[in-house]
């Protein structure tokens, strides 16, 4: 049987989440802006055709901004969570196999066992409901393997229905013969560069058709085997199997740049404490030990004219923990080692290397007495639930508690439409 | 904990309440057997991906809402006749209810004070989502 699989892609994610509960933004420009209201990191469409680059730093394209009445907004990430997981749970619906979630708003579904003829009205149901029930609109693209449904679903933003299917081979040329090489999922334009600039080259590679026909030793010659799977997928040969269950990954880091820049050792701890407690968080959630933590600190490298300063540290733990107090603990002496007066710290992070998981035994080489850490675990235990039950940071940490200096500016923070209780929308 | 199917309205268990079978001394609890704890959350929530909570500012449906009401609305149901609907009317959201007269459907305040809409191809007037729900504090703060 010829596998299906449908890319469902939500179409202006951040900026769509905020529409969703505010009916005033209709129509009107809208974009969100990076942590620390530092760049423009999503558009709905108004906006890109007001010619607002990608990545723009705010105070770039704020002059057009204002101008245009583009309405900002600080990213607002317990409201983009909340709607990301109601989007991925509203999609398992339509499938007995587990999804393969790409990112915050991707997911790939298998639909092999819908019959051709009705898979675009299958996509047609999935979109309907997606924008019904999560208020949501998406994109989706349909094809026999993850690359031709990733490039069927870049045709279909282009389309008023916003779906595609990409099965015929001749139309599947036609498209490829117009897309620029660099424009395949997984070549950038580093590897494209080496495709078009290679002596032995079998024609000059440009568009994605031309990598498609290339040879595959001379495909594999100058991307190895992962390139070469690439171009099978174009083939139609499935080489990239759905991973449904997302690897888990292999370090953790929670890393910001400061509201204002940091000058301070007292302020440097605080924040280096409350990131700790953050990445603590995930660890756990993960049902990991980190065994090695690490902590670096940076100043501003766009302000030239002040001197310039980054630092890191790590250290192994004596024992693999999860247990913020230990965590935070290390992390306060690490920033004391890599603070230097004298310098504006612009940004910091904690990372924790060589997870292991957390498979609840306990190891002989713990150095902790066994009822201790069951201790530790328990209270760890407490803080996450409370924390999911009634909103993160209801419980937290003496040290953690400190009205922040180095709080990341978001000075277009929308509500937390639902997630919190005191932010519910207002119905009239 | 006790897992629980979300069709399902029976008792649910949300965190293990007290262990009695540790207490040392004493007769157990006849109860042992059969402790179990309400989840409301589950007990009013049937689509948890697609039911919002909203906030009551205005007075188009006193007195069955009041102002300062929370209403759980669910859009994952078709409105059917006299069901309290969310409507996105311009730039906000507003509490109607949704009544069919013929093939014509109206949205109706059950406060006179405000005025019906006549559902048209025309009218700028979606219905967002079905109050399931209303949870009211009449307990002064």
């Given at each position: 049987?010829?596998?299906?699989?449908?890319?469902?892609?939500?179409?202006?994610?951040?900026?769509?989440?905020?529409?969703?509960?505010?009916?005033?933004?209709?129509g009107k420009p809208v974009a969100v802006l990076?942590?620390?209201?530092?760049?423009?990191?999503?558009?709905?469409?108004?906006?890109?055709?007001?010619?607002?680059?990608?990545?723009?730093p705010l105070h770039q394209v704020l002059p057009l901004i204002e101008q245009q009445g583009v309405q900002l907004f600080s990213a607002n990430l317990s409201l983009y969570g909340d709607l990301s997981a109601r989007f991925m749970q509203t999609l398992s619906q339509f499938s007995p196999q587990p999804l393969e979630i790409y990112s915050i708003d991707e997911a790939w579904l298998d639909c092999s066992a819908i019959p051709h003829a009705d898979q675009l009205s299958f996509a047609e149901d999935i979109r309907q409901t997606v924008n019904r029930w999560v208020g949501l609109p998406v994109s989706i693209g349909l094809g026999a393997t993850k690359v031709l449904s990733k490039v069927a679903m870049e045709t279909a933003k282009q389309r008023a229905d916003g779906i595609y299917a990409l099965y015929d081979e001749d139309e599947i040329d036609a498209i490829l013969a117009e897309m620029a090489v660099d424009e395949v999922w997984g070549i950038n334009i580093r590897l494209a560069a080496r495709l078009a600039g290679t002596k032995r080259s079998p024609g000059p590679v440009r568009s994605a058709l031309d990598f498609k026909r290339a040879p595959d030793p001379w495909i594999r010659q100058q991307l190895g085997i992962v390139g070469l799977r690439l171009a099978y997928e174009l083939r139609g040969i499935s080489c990239l199997p759905l991973s449904q269950a997302p690897p888990k990954r292999k370090q953790l880091m929670h890393s910001r740049a400061f509201g204002q820049d940091i000058v301070s050792l007292a302020d440097l701890t605080d924040a280096i404490t409350h990131y700790t407690v953050q990445v603590a968080e995930r660890l756990r959630r993960q049902q990991a030990l980190a065994n090695v933590l690490g902590v670096f600190l940076g100043t501003n490298g766009f302000k030239k004219e002040q001197p310039q300063d980054a630092r890191s540290a790590t250290v192994h733990l004596s024992a693999p923990t999860n247990h913020t107090p230990t965590l935070m603990a290390v992390a306060q002496r690490l920033a004391r080692r890599v603070?230097?007066?004298?310098?504006?710290?612009?940004?910091?992070?904690?990372?924790?290397?060589?997870?292991?998981?957390?498979?609840?035994?306990?190891?002989?080489?713990?150095?902790?007495?066994?009822?201790?850490?069951?201790?530790?675990?328990?209270?760890?235990?407490?803080?996450?639930?409370?924390?999911?039950?009634?909103?993160?940071?209801?419980?937290?940490?003496?040290?953690?508690?400190?009205?922040?200096?180095?709080?990341?500016?978001?000075?277009?923070?929308?509500?937390?439409?639902?997630?919190?209780?005191?932010?519910?929308?207002?119905?009239? | 904990m006790t897992t629980h199917s979300p069709q399902s309205d029976g008792p649910v268990t949300l965190a293990s309440p007290a262990d009695f079978s540790r207490l040392s001394t004493g007769w157990p609890s006849p109860a042992e057997q059969h402790l179990e704890s309400l989840n409301l959350h589950r007990a009013l929530i049937t689509h948890p991906s697609a039911t919002y909570l909203l906030r009551v500012a205005g007075t188009s449906m006193t007195p069955r809402v009041q102002p300062g009401d929370i209403v759980i609305v669910d859009r994952s149901l078709p409105a059917r006749h006299n069901d309290v609907v969310v409507v996105i009317s311009g730039p906000d959201f507003a509490l109607k209810r949704y009544q069919r007269q013929g093939l014509d459907i109206l949205l109706v305040p059950d406060n006179p004070l405000f005025d019906a809409i006549e559902l048209t191809a025309d009218t700028e007037v979606v219905v967002w989502g079905v109050v399931t729900y209303v949870i009211a504090q009449p307990r002064v703060r």
């Open positions: 049987m010829q596998q299906t699989l449908a890319l469902i892609d939500a179409d202006g994610f951040y900026c769509s989440c905020e529409a969703a509960f505010a009916p005033d933004l209709r990076s942590n620390n209201d530092g760049n423009v990191i999503s558009r709905n469409q108004a906006t890109k055709r007001l010619g607002i680059p990608m990545g723009a603070y230097q007066p004298g310098f504006a710290y612009h940004r910091a992070g904690v990372y924790l290397l060589e997870l292991a998981p957390d498979t609840h035994q306990q190891l002989p080489l713990f150095d902790l007495p066994p009822e201790m850490i069951e201790r530790q675990r328990a209270t760890m235990a407490l803080v996450d639930t409370v924390n999911a039950e009634l909103g993160r940071g209801t419980l937290t940490f003496a040290s953690a508690l400190k009205e922040p200096a180095w709080k990341p500016k978001q000075a277009y923070l929308s509500k937390r439409y639902t997630t919190r209780m005191d932010e519910l929308p207002w119905v009239w | -």
